[in-house]
T-cell receptor, first 113, second 113 residues
């Protein structure tokens, strides 16, 4: 089975802190994604990565950055956390082919106080 | 600009009856469509998909229909079971440019025993 693991289920951080969310997949997938889920807004794409060291902005990249130094790991960084970044963060990965599904991690509920 | 829309935020269906979830899209470059199911505090799990060259795909109790001319897809669940109560997201992939998956806002399905 494909496994996508996010480092934390729940996080509470203070405004202004630098926050790292880690995601690891074990299926040698080329593509990895970070989404956030908010009520009424669905899943919105923050950043994604085609392959190692490749990244592209999604629909809402402001206030975030990413790092992909190894194929299995994709990190989301909140440079200076703000209360409007309180959300459920979801990491996903998939093979780079047109007809493949993405597999999601269990999510990280981040609260910024 | 919401390219994938789920206009019904919620839906209630009697156990044993058919559940029909709808999704509309605006981007004619989408060539692959997926449905995901999400329970609270968990990551989405893949349910079923359909490519743009087909108009129907079945997997057990789940059937997805695609009407390209109307830019509309629907997920049929029959018979509906209590364990189907969840939020359902449709997603689409474009055949132009990058590999990202664009998600809708979700529909909360409640199955009434």
């Amino acid at each position: 089975d494909v496994k996508v693991t996010q480092s934390s289920r729940y996080l509470v951080k203070r405004t202004g802190e630098k926050v790292f969310l880690e995601c690891v997949q074990d299926m040698d997938h080329e593509n990895m994604f970070w989404y956030r889920q908010d009520p009424g807004l669905g899943l919105r794409l923050i950043y994604f990565s085609y392959d190692v060291k490749m990244k592209e902005k999604g629909d809402i990249p402001e206030g975030y950055s990413v790092s992909r130094e190894k194929k299995e790991r994709f990190s989301l960084i909140l440079e200076s956390a703000s209360t409007n970044q309180t959300s459920m963060y979801l990491c996903a990965s998939r093979y780079s082919a047109w007809n493949t599904e993405a597999f999601f991690g269990q999510g990280t509920r981040l609260t910024v106080v | 600009d919401q390219q994938v829309k789920q206009n019904s935020p919620s839906l209630s269906v009697q156990e044993g009856r058919i559940s029909i979830l709808n999704c509309d899209y605006t981007n004619s470059m989408f060539d692959y469509f997926l449905w995901y199911k999400k329970y609270p505090a968990e990551g989405p799990t893949f349910l079923i998909s359909i490519s743009s060259i087909k108009d129907k795909n079945e997997d057990g109790r789940f059937t997805v229909f695609l009407n390209k001319s109307a830019k509309h897809l629907s997920l049929h669940i029959v018979p509906s079971q209590p364990g189907d109560s969840a939020v359902y997201f449709c997603a689409a992939r474009s055949n132009f440019g990058n590999e990202k998956l664009t998600f809708g806002t979700g529909t909360r399905l409640t199955i009434i025993p």
